[in-house]
């Protein structure tokens, strides 16, 4: 039979669970001593210290008096809170809120930057293994505020290239659906942001590869993002950012115009 992985908890609640053990160890304490002095069981303390559950801040609290690390280890703990973005994605998006320029090319859903606060809870409330409720709306929030990026001062050169499937795509049903192509239209009003759909008719083979990043920091960093399912491939490699370059432009040219693309939204509006 195959073992299946075992889940590993984000680094800095690993490095708090091997100094745990470090502690633990040099004070001569057992996982089993130290679990009774805390009320917990000794299998608790040792998913801690592998990185397989995040300390309880009672057990920390507790540790550190046994210990006598003298406040050390519980000086930790704020250091511990939960993440606003899935760890494959938190570079990006440190990247991004640095953008000066953002082009964008999706396939399948509207962009991140773009969704209404429906759409958002349409996808993530309905994530795939199941997130509890207290992720499902830090995540929704944290995908509402990264739009602060389309009003920011000095604006943000931003260019989205998207396939005709997203726009056909009935996410939050039918009302959802069309409150977010009129969310679409509103956004095409920023000076700073374009917006092109590409038709199924005009499509290139570049396009069906997947969606795209492009982004350019205030440093003129220049990175370049692909994704999948469960993958991200985030590069500033020159020959990475040459292809995928090559391949937006492919897809932008084939894209209508601005002025049409408005048109092609608006009379998906009226049809709804």
């Not at 509890?132 to 709306?137: H, P």
């Not at 049903?173 to 977010?180: D, N, T």
Request: net charge negative; with cysteine.
């Amino acid at each position: 039979m195959v073992n299946e992985p075992q889940l590993q908890l984000p680094v800095p609640y690993r490095y708090f669970g091997s100094q745990f053990q470090l502690w633990r160890r040099g004070a001569g304490v057992s996982r089993a001593e130290v679990g009774e002095a805390a009320r917990y069981s000794a299998s608790t303390v040792e998913s801690v210290e592998l990185g397989k559950r995040p300390v309880p801040p009672k057990l920390a609290e507790v540790a550190d008096e046994l210990f006598g690390a003298g406040g050390k280890l519980k000086a930790g703990l704020p250091y511990l809170k939960r993440e606003k973005f899935p760890e494959r994605s938190r570079d990006f998006f440190e990247f991004e809120a640095d953008a000066v320029s953002v082009w964008w090319y999706e396939v399948a859903l509207v962009p991140g930057l773009l969704q209404t606060e429906e759409y958002a809870r349409a996808l993530i409330g309905n994530h795939c293994p199941p997130l509890d409720e207290a992720t499902v709306e830090e995540r929704i929030q944290a995908r509402l505020d990264r739009q602060g990026l389309l009003s920011r001062n000095p604006p943000v050169d931003l260019s989205f290239v998207l396939y005709e499937a997203v726009l056909r795509c009935p996410v939050g049903g039918p009302g959802g659906h069309k409150r977010q192509l009129l969310h679409l239209l509103e956004a095409v009003q920023l000076r700073n942001l374009s917006l092109q759909v590409l038709p199924y008719d005009r499509v290139v083979p570049a396009a069906l590869m997947g969606p795209m990043v492009l982004l350019e920091t205030r440093d003129h960093e220049r990175f370049a993002l692909a994704e999948g399912q469960s993958l991200s491939h985030l590069t500033s490699d020159p020959a990475d950012l040459s292809l995928f370059t090559a391949r937006h432009g492919a897809i932008r040219t084939q894209a209508l115009s601005v002025e049409e693309s408005t048109s092609f939204l608006e009379q998906m509006v009226e049809k709804l």
